[in-house]
């Protein structure tokens, strides 16, 4: 039995042996082609409505902090299915989990129709679906990892998250001007079809096979011992507490002081998808030359810009500025996620993918509701608390930077 560098017995062969599991699937290329355009899809179905979500709770009678509460649910939901993802994954396989992450996400939409006439109160219901979509986060990453080469990883990731954005370009101005001529119900029915495309683009999919996805070795659990791992999983906790915290009242904060209607909204919005198209996957090249860790300072910088602009900015015609340096922060996905698979055996990533995912979002039920409760007592303090708390993670970049040293130090010696 030899070892790979994180001291995985994998069999007689080490990690680096085997490029990926593309090596032996079945049309890898042609399966990764359909994850890309059923991902575009499913965002393009998803950006039609998520930005205007706190507008449209207000407009049925929803106070801000009760628009938190919306958001709190469905970061809980969330988390609970995040949690079933890896388990189900490991046991029922890649392809399935996916496919069903993307079918339970289609009553979200319809059940914002029937809470305009029965009350927001119904949209909580919605929110509770909304978050059953993280069940296929953990094996869509994993789906991923498996159909691209390791020494592909940034570029494999980057067209994912490129995909996601560009759907996110055209779908906001859609949807604003679906709401502006034909309202909000027509505007979550065309989402419902967006999302039942994106499931049948799922299934011409290669599966993975059951061995593929559990190669033997001594433990399933033990990549929650590695510190890159650790330090990561709680960069993103900063990220996406802080998103969770400040995004979801946006939208409203734009309408609120700058009186911009849902369609000037979208219009913002796509261009934050387009630039995100752009610099999220070129960050994401950069990672795969120079290092991904070091690559990750740039969308917490970008983030950070973000937020004081918005704070700062008065008048909107400077507002298209702050969307554009917000594209930066689209390579924080692709960046984390490339360190991740580069640090983790592919037969647990269904696993590790799940306990980051779990673990980043672990506070996120709270992180919405504090938000509310501020932006009701100021509307700029979840922007200002936002670009105070990300440079946290300037530090939790060293330590992950300073921990990959270590384990080659600890590799070397084994």
């Given at each position: 039995?030899?070892?790979?560098?994180?001291?995985?017995?994998?069999?007689g062969?080490?990690?680096g042996?085997?490029?990926?599991?593309?090596?032996?699937?079945?049309?890898?290329?042609r399966?990764?082609?359909f994850?890309?355009?059923?991902?575009?899809?499913?965002?393009?179905?998803?950006?039609?409505y998520?930005n205007?979500?706190?507008?449209?709770?207000?407009?049925?009678?929803?106070?801000?902090?009760?628009a938190?509460?919306?958001?709190?649910?469905?970061?809980?939901?969330g988390?609970?299915w995040t949690g079933?993802?890896?388990?189900?994954?490991?046991?029922f396989?890649?392809?399935?989990?996916?496919?069903?992450?993307?079918?339970?996400?289609?009553?979200?939409?319809?059940?914002y129709?029937?809470?305009q006439?029965?009350?927001?109160?119904?949209a909580?219901?919605?929110?509770?679906?909304?978050?059953?979509?993280?069940?296929?986060?953990?094996p869509f990453?994993?789906?991923t990892?498996?159909?691209?080469?390791?020494?592909?990883?940034?570029?494999?990731?980057?067209?994912?998250?490129?995909?996601?954005?560009?759907?996110?370009?055209?779908?906001?101005t859609i949807?604003g001007l679906?709401?502006s001529?034909?309202g909000?119900?027509?505007l979550?029915?065309?989402?419902?079809?967006c999302y039942i495309?994106?499931?049948?683009?799922?299934?011409p999919?290669t599966?993975?096979?059951q061995k593929?996805?559990?190669?033997?070795?001594?433990?399933r659990?033990?990549?929650?011992?590695?510190?890159?791992?650790?330090?990561?999983?709680?960069?993103m906790?900063?990220?996406?507490?802080?998103y969770?915290?400040?995004?979801?009242?946006?939208?409203l904060?734009?309408?609120?002081?700058f009186?911009l209607?849902e369609?000037?909204?979208?219009?913002?919005?796509t261009?934050?998808?387009a630039?995100g198209a752009?610099?999220g996957?070129?960050?994401?090249?950069?990672?795969?030359?120079?290092?991904?860790?070091?690559m990750?300072?740039?969308p917490?910088?970008?983030?950070i810009?973000?937020?004081?602009?918005?704070?700062?900015?008065?008048?909107p015609?400077?507002?298209?500025l702050?969307y554009?340096i917000?594209?930066?922060?689209?390579?924080?996905?692709i960046l984390t996620?490339?360190?991740i698979?580069?640090?983790?055996?592919?037969?647990?990533?269904?696993?590790a993918?799940?306990?980051?995912?779990?673990?980043s979002?672990?506070?996120?039920?709270l992180?919405?509701?504090?938000?509310?409760?501020?932006y009701?007592?100021?509307?700029?303090?979840?922007?200002i608390?936002?670009s105070?708390?990300l440079?946290?993670?300037f530090?939790?970049?060293?330590l992950?930077y300073h921990?990959?040293?270590?384990?080659k130090?600890?590799?070397?010696?084994?």
């Amino acid at each position: 039995m030899e070892q790979n560098n994180l001291g995985y017995e994998l069999d007689g062969k080490e990690i680096g042996s085997v490029e990926s599991d593309s090596d032996i699937l079945d049309h890898p290329r042609r399966s990764y082609g359909f994850l890309l355009v059923s991902n575009f899809m499913w965002f393009f179905g998803l950006g039609l409505y998520t930005n205007f979500l706190s507008i449209f709770l207000t407009s049925i009678g929803a106070t801000p902090v009760q628009a938190g509460l919306f958001s709190s649910i469905m970061m809980a939901s969330g988390i609970l299915w995040t949690g079933l993802g890896g388990v189900l994954t490991t046991r029922f396989g890649v392809k399935p989990l996916l496919i069903l992450g993307w079918i339970i996400v289609i009553p979200a939409p319809i059940i914002y129709i029937l809470a305009q006439t029965l009350g927001w109160q119904w949209a909580l219901l919605a929110a509770f679906f909304e978050g059953t979509a993280l069940l296929a986060s953990a094996p869509f990453r994993t789906y991923t990892s498996h159909v691209t080469s390791r020494k592909q990883r940034g570029i494999g990731y980057s067209l994912i998250a490129s995909s996601s954005a560009f759907a996110g370009i055209p779908a906001p101005t859609i949807g604003g001007l679906i709401i502006s001529l034909f309202g909000y119900s027509n505007l979550f029915l065309v989402s419902v079809i967006c999302y039942i495309i994106s499931t049948l683009l799922l299934f011409p999919l290669t599966a993975v096979p059951q061995k593929s996805e559990g190669l033997k070795r001594r433990w399933r659990w033990d990549f929650i011992k590695n510190r890159v791992f650790i330090f990561t999983t709680i960069f993103m906790g900063v990220v996406f507490s802080v998103y969770t915290f400040a995004d979801f009242f946006v939208p409203l904060y734009l309408y609120d002081k700058f009186g911009l209607e849902e369609s000037t909204i979208g219009v913002l919005f796509t261009i934050l998808s387009a630039s995100g198209a752009i610099l999220g996957p070129l960050l994401g090249v950069a990672g795969d030359r120079w290092g991904y860790t070091k690559m990750l300072t740039i969308p917490i910088l970008g983030s950070i810009s973000y937020y004081a602009l918005l704070f700062i900015i008065p008048v909107p015609i400077f507002l298209p500025l702050a969307y554009v340096i917000r594209g930066l922060s689209y390579g924080g996905y692709i960046l984390t996620n490339a360190i991740i698979s580069h640090q983790i055996h592919p037969s647990q990533l269904p696993n590790a993918f799940a306990t980051f995912v779990l673990t980043s979002r672990a506070i996120s039920p709270l992180t919405p509701y504090i938000g509310g409760l501020s932006y009701a007592f100021q509307p700029a303090l979840p922007l200002i608390a936002s670009s105070l708390i990300l440079p946290i993670n300037f530090g939790i970049i060293y330590l992950i930077y300073h921990a990959q040293k270590t384990e080659k130090v600890i590799a070397n010696h084994k």
